[in-house]
């Protein structure tokens, strides 16, 4: 037990999730095996200190430009692999117990006041994904995010049969894959019904990459796109909450 790796218990302690969903299960796989296993994930999990936990959390932050809501998932799955070498006495205690709350004590880019796009902004955004040959493909994406305010991560999770363009309404799982509905316009409708009539693959999932195999989108892979398109529109700190931001903003301008 005492050269078990980090790697080695969490795969231990995925495989007893079988109530996650196969979505959620995915994500939690990809952001591990994107973010911890070459690296943090092969240290001897015995050996693993808080001050460790915390490093390696603000390395992500500043190294690797990562988004607090996006860490919070890196926690995730690290918290409950932590406390599982703790239950099979491999551990005494979690090394990973009040990092967050460390973190968010810290000021930072991913810290204070979230601000929403503004009007000129979102148009200036929208115009841009229409018209360049390389964002297009987001556009169906990043529309509806901004249209329904949506997480990235409930985004990313619905299924083509989630949909009822009738009603103008989908199904999405949320933190602790909590199941709710939420609601998009008119204009959203008609962007993903052609989206979706201009698909040729025959993936389950609503949104999936440009290129074959035509995977379901991740969370990072969208995070990387939406900073490159801030920096051409000289947009600073976009990320997937300021659309919820702006959604929100939007309504109480109304």
């Not at 790796?5 to 196969?22: H, P, Q």
């Not at 000021?107 to 360049?132: C, M, W």
């Not at 993936?203 to 900073?227: H, M």
Request: charged share 30%.
């Amino acid at each position: 037990a005492g050269t078990s790796t980090i790697n080695f218990v969490f795969d231990r302690y995925i495989s007893t999730k079988a109530e996650l969903r196969e979505t959620t299960m995915r994500n939690y796989k990809y952001m591990y095996d994107r973010f911890i296993r070459g690296g943090f994930g092969k240290k001897k999990i015995a050996a693993v200190k808080y001050s460790d936990v915390l490093q390696f959390y603000q390395h992500l932050l500043k190294e690797k430009e990562m988004q607090i809501n996006t860490l919070e998932t890196i926690h995730t799955v690290l918290h409950p692999t932590f406390q599982l070498a703790v239950r099979d006495n491999i551990i005494r205690v979690n090394p990973s117990d009040g990092v967050m709350a460390q973190i968010k004590k810290q000021p930072g880019k991913n810290h204070g006041v979230r601000h929403a796009l503004t009007v000129e902004q979102q148009r200036a955004f929208i115009r841009y994904i229409d018209e360049s040959p390389t964002f297009y493909h987001w556009a169906s994406f990043f529309k509806f995010l901004l249209g329904t305010g949506c997480r990235i991560g409930e985004a990313i999770g619905i299924r083509w049969e989630d949909i009822d363009f009738e009603n103008r309404e989908c199904i999405v799982f949320g933190k602790g894959d909590k199941e709710r509905k939420v609601y998009f316009d008119a204009r959203a409708k008609i962007h993903l019904q052609n989206y979706l009539r201009s698909r040729t693959d025959e993936d389950p999932a609503l949104f999936v990459t440009l290129l074959k195999p035509y995977n379901r989108l991740n969370i990072s892979g969208v995070e990387i796109r939406l900073r490159e398109l801030g920096r051409k529109l000289n947009i600073p700190k976009v990320h997937p909450h300021k659309f919820r931001r702006t959604l929100a903003t939007r309504a109480i301008d109304k």
